[in-house]
């Protein structure tokens, strides 16, 4: 009866020692899928906002550019000559 229960127990062991590695591993698996998905939730996050940035340069433009004689012409006299260098081939970079 003592070698049938010392077996039963060596068998017993083992298997749980099987169980906890494969648990170790599904965990290791679950946590590098957790990772892949941290980084494609950064990705998708990043190229929204860049979406974002576009519309709202685009939104602006549309309300600004066809106001811009307006502007131009409720500015100050200081404030056009700042202006003019910006929209004049004089203030743009040297080429």
């Known amino acids: 009866m003592r070698?049938?229960?010392d077996r039963v127990l060596y068998v017993w062991q083992q298997r749980m020692s099987e169980a906890k590695d494969r648990a170790?591993?599904?965990?290791?698996?679950?946590n590098a899928v957790q990772e892949k998905l941290d980084r494609l939730d950064i990705d998708h996050h990043a190229e929204s906002i860049e979406e974002l940035?576009?519309?709202g340069?685009?939104?602006f433009?549309?309300?600004?550019?066809p106001r811009a004689s307006d502007l131009w012409v409720q500015a100050?006299?200081?404030?056009?000559?700042g202006s003019s260098n910006c929209f004049s081939r004089k203030g743009s970079a040297p080429r």
Do not use: M
């Open 76 to 81: 100050s006299l200081n404030q056009n000559s």
């Open 57 to 59: 340069i685009l939104a």
């Open 3 to 5: 070698l049938l229960k």
């Open 61 to 65: 433009a549309e309300r600004v550019l």
């Open 53 to 55: 940035d576009v519309q």
């Open 24 to 30: 170790t591993e599904v965990q290791r698996r679950a």
